[in-house]
């Protein structure tokens, strides 16, 4: 799913300068006993899109208390331009957008549809007909700063995954949080100071840990769509409703979202298309 997407938003790179959507390189750290096994893009990485796409980084170029870290080129989005321009693109399709409050799925029945896709994050923790007790809610942070730092880095230390992205606009965005259970949308001034000092940690020479050396140009909080059991991508049907159900990709969901939209329009085409049967 993840490789589909990202075959996807690599071409869409290339085709459309103006979505938001750049290539550049980025270094994946690691702390844990991970090993090149576990790096099971490597090959997609490295075999399909060119040989050179895949380096691993010597050791002493890591930070300290990093184990292993890899560079390669990647794709970034910046959702503040890539969503109206991806929503102006199926607008032009003839996609319409309605925004409306629903108790449950059953409440859609009176609009005309064949079949209703639910990727409703959060939300179907409380449908009244979903109720599904697996989705969980990870609160993430995040601040955008003013810098000309061109190169990607995220690393996982097994708690959190820290990150500095450029969104190619000369702004860089810092992270992250995983804040499980906790889903206020207050700005939190401690996450912000944690932030910057393991962004400095990794690249000391690029980032201050004082958060005075920042021109800070805006913060994110967040309730990322988690789920305990995995990705739900299953058809169902429920009060005369043919539902495909897609939710639960916490903080995945641009690396996700092609993959998970193919794997939908399976689903669709089963419900719309069913195999015929010989008559022999």
């Known amino acids: 799913?993840?490789?589909?997407?990202?075959?996807?938003?690599?071409?869409?790179?290339?085709?459309?300068?103006?979505?938001?959507?750049?290539?550049?390189?980025?270094?994946?750290?690691?702390?844990?006993?991970?090993?090149?096994?576990?790096?099971?893009?490597?090959?997609?990485?490295?075999?399909?899109?060119?040989?050179?796409?895949?380096?691993?980084?010597?050791?002493?170029?890591?930070p300290p208390g990093a184990r292993m870290g890899v560079s390669y080129k990647t794709i970034v989005v910046n959702p503040n331009?890539?969503?109206?321009?991806?929503?102006?693109?199926?607008?032009?399709?003839?996609?319409?957008?309605?925004?409306?409050?629903?108790?449950?799925?059953?409440?859609?029945?009176?609009?005309p549809h064949d079949i209703l896709v639910n990727a409703t994050g959060v939300g179907s923790a409380s449908l009244l007909d979903v109720r599904d007790k697996d989705v969980q809610m990870i609160r993430g942070q995040t601040m955008i700063v003013k810098h000309s730092y061109n190169k990607a880095m995220q690393r996982d230390d097994g708690i959190n995954y820290t990150y500095s992205i450029p969104r190619m606009d000369g702004t860089v965005i810092l992270g992250g949080v995983r804040?499980?259970?906790?889903?206020?949308?207050?700005?939190?001034?401690?996450?912000?100071?944690?932030?910057?000092?393991?962004?400095?940690?990794?690249?000391?020479?690029?980032?201050?840990?004082?958060?005075?050396?920042?021109?800070?140009?805006?913060?994110?909080?967040?309730?990322?769509?988690?789920?305990s059991s995995g990705i739900r991508i299953e058809r169902v049907k429920k009060d005369d409703q043919e539902i495909v159900h897609a939710y639960g990709f916490s903080n995945g969901g641009y690396i996700h979202s092609f993959g998970a939209a193919h794997a939908v329009l399976e689903?669709?085409?089963?419900?719309?298309?069913?195999?015929?049967?010989?008559?022999?």
């Open 81 to 111: 331009i890539f969503l109206p321009w991806f929503k102006r693109k199926l607008e032009i399709e003839g996609v319409t957008f309605k925004r409306m409050n629903v108790q449950s799925l059953s409440d859609l029945r009176s609009l």
């Open 1 to 62: 799913m993840q490789l589909r997407s990202f075959s996807e938003l690599w071409k869409m790179s290339a085709q459309y300068p103006d979505s938001g959507i750049h290539k550049l390189m980025i270094e994946d750290i690691f702390d844990d006993n991970r090993t090149e096994r576990d790096i099971w893009w490597k090959k997609f990485m490295s075999e399909v899109l060119w040989p050179s796409n895949f380096q691993f980084i010597a050791a002493d170029r890591l």
């Open 179 to 227: 804040q499980y259970g906790r889903t206020d949308s207050n700005f939190d001034w401690e996450v912000s100071q944690d932030i910057v000092n393991r962004v400095h940690n990794t690249l000391p020479k690029v980032f201050s840990n004082n958060l005075k050396d920042y021109e800070i140009v805006g913060h994110n909080v967040g309730v990322r769509p988690a789920r």
């Open 267 to 280: 689903l669709v085409e089963d419900i719309l298309l069913p195999p015929r049967s010989s008559n022999l």
